[in-house]
């Protein structure tokens, strides 16, 4: 069966701290994509990125950055030198070849960057 | 445009009151989506339409009926809520392009008294 396990509920960090947050996922499909939304207080869901099943290669985007492994099934998103406005809910999310309307969503975590 | 509008961002309605959540894009996404969203918890699919049908209906309570008059637009007519009912409700939008994303409205927050 489909699931999204956000094992981290909350973290705290000190403004600059670097902070990974995990996520780990199961699917049978061979093909799938993988998201991570910021949710800020505010309540949108932000898009921060997507990779399919078949791009394993990391992605760095300015001070965020993406690893994704097949192997452990996992797809990790690190924010380097944090900073206050770093502080939301994060989600990580699965979609699946035979359902693609339906994004499967991790529970999140929550980051709180203290300055 | 790259946006998913929702009104109105915030509703308070009795429980014999009948109300109205709107949406709207005009990225030309083919698909429409209304999540609910509970404190502290994950979004949860309600519905899903693709290309102005109802294509999905996560088993949601018939009090809660969507409506999609054109490609632009959604709607969530509420009708007889509880109040376990109040929540943060998201709707989304995604082009024909599998995987592309998802583009999430900010949300209307409900709340049932």
């Known amino acids: 069966a489909q699931k999204v396990t956000q094992a981290q509920t909350e973290i705290s960090v000190v403004e600059k701290e670097d902070v990974t947050l995990d996520c780990v996922y199961e699917t049978r499909d061979t093909t799938y994509y993988l998201f991570w939304y910021k949710q800020p207080p505010s309540g949108e869901l932000v898009f921060l990125i997507r990779?399919?099943?078949?791009?394993?290669q990391n992605e760095i985007s300015g001070r965020y950055s993406w690893n994704f492994q097949k192997s452990t099934s996992s797809f990790n998103f690190t924010i380097t030198a944090s900073q206050v406005v770093d502080s939301a809910v994060y989600f990580c999310a699965l979609s699946e070849t035979h359902n693609t309307d339906k994004l499967i969503f991790g529970t999140g975590t929550r980051l709180q960057v203290f300055p | 445009d790259t946006e998913v509008t929702q009104t109105p961002k915030h509703l308070v309605m009795g429980m014999t009151n009948k109300k109205s959540l709107k949406c709207e894009q005009h990225m030309g996404h083919r698909a429409m989506y209304w999540y609910k969203q509970k404190a502290k918890k994950p979004p949860e699919l309600m519905f899903v339409?693709?290309?102005?049908?109802l294509s999905i209906n996560e088993s949601v309570p018939s009090r809660f009926s969507p409506e999609c008059p054109n490609s632009s637009l959604l709607n969530l007519h509420l009708h007889a809520l509880q109040p376990e009912d109040s929540a943060l409700y998201l709707c989304?939008?995604?082009?024909?392009?599998w995987g592309h994303g998802y583009t999430f409205g900010s949300g209307t927050r409900l709340t049932v008294v």
């Open positions: 339409y693709s290309y102005e049908k």
């Open positions: 989304a939008s995604s082009q024909e392009d």
């Open positions: 990779r399919n099943s078949f791009d394993e």
